[in-house]
């Protein structure tokens, strides 16, 4: 008794019917392969890899630094003029310099001119200049920087006219301060040989540029 071909294969479980059509069909351990290591998709038809996004580093912005600005100093324009007032007269002193005073620091030389005039008196008065000092303080040390002694006519209209050289400042000092002393022999009355004595006094503070200081 013959059965066709189909009815045999519809008898047939399923999986000996995959095997028999595996047997008359070319490539069939080709799609074994592919049929054992495929991987079930998942709901939505498709696979997809996540990989972990990159972290974003948080850095703030970098702020710009404000240095310490350098204060104003009496010579940043080259000159000042100070004012004494002594009794019936006043004493004036000029500083100037030709340095860049904006620049100073403590290891710096700095040279300075002075000149002192006698101001609100007459001529018949005569005045004499007997000391001239300059002190340079700055915080740690104090010392005495030029003394210059003997008898200067200052009898107006004659000046008297001096330079005066600093040494270097205690490393980091941040101001030098001068203290300028002139002591003044002043006649009592015209032409009678007969003094008083009178002392004037003035400070100058000088700025001077630290590390990290600005002008």
């Known amino acids: 008794m013959t059965r066709s071909f189909a009815g ?11 095997a028999l059509l595996c047997g008359s069909l070319t490539g069939c351990a080709s799609l074994k392969e592919v ?6 998709l998942l709901p939505g038809g498709s696979v997809s890899s996540t990989s972990p996004s990159p972290s974003a580093s948080a850095s703030a912005p970098a702020q710009a630094v404000k240095l310490p600005a350098r204060a104003s100093g009496p010579l940043d324009t080259g000159t000042v003029t100070h004012s004494l007032k002594q009794g019936t007269f006043s ?11 904006k ?23 005569r005045v004499r200049l007997t000391t001239f000092q300059v002190t340079q303080d700055d915080g740690t040390t104090r010392a005495e920087v030029a003394t210059d002694s003997g008898k200067f006519d ?20 941040k101001t030098l301060t001068l203290t300028i002393r002139l002591d003044l022999l002043v006649e009592t009355a015209p032409k009678s040989n007969s003094y008083y004595r009178s002392t004037a006094l003035d400070t100058l503070t000088l700025p001077l540029l630290t590390n990290g200081d600005t002008q």
């Open 8 to 18: 045999v294969k519809a008898a047939l479980p399923l999986g000996m019917a995959a």
């Open 91 to 101: 004493v004036a002193l000029t500083y100037w310099t030709s340095d860049n005073a």
């Open 154 to 173: 200052v009898t107006p209209p004659y000046p008297y006219n001096t330079v005066v050289t600093l040494p270097a400042a205690t490393a980091g000092a």
């Open 103 to 125: 620049l100073y620091t403590a290891e710096s030389q700095k040279t300075i001119n002075v000149a002192a005039h006698i101001e609100d008196t007459d001529s018949t008065h």
């Open 35 to 40: 049929t054992s290591s495929s991987k079930p």
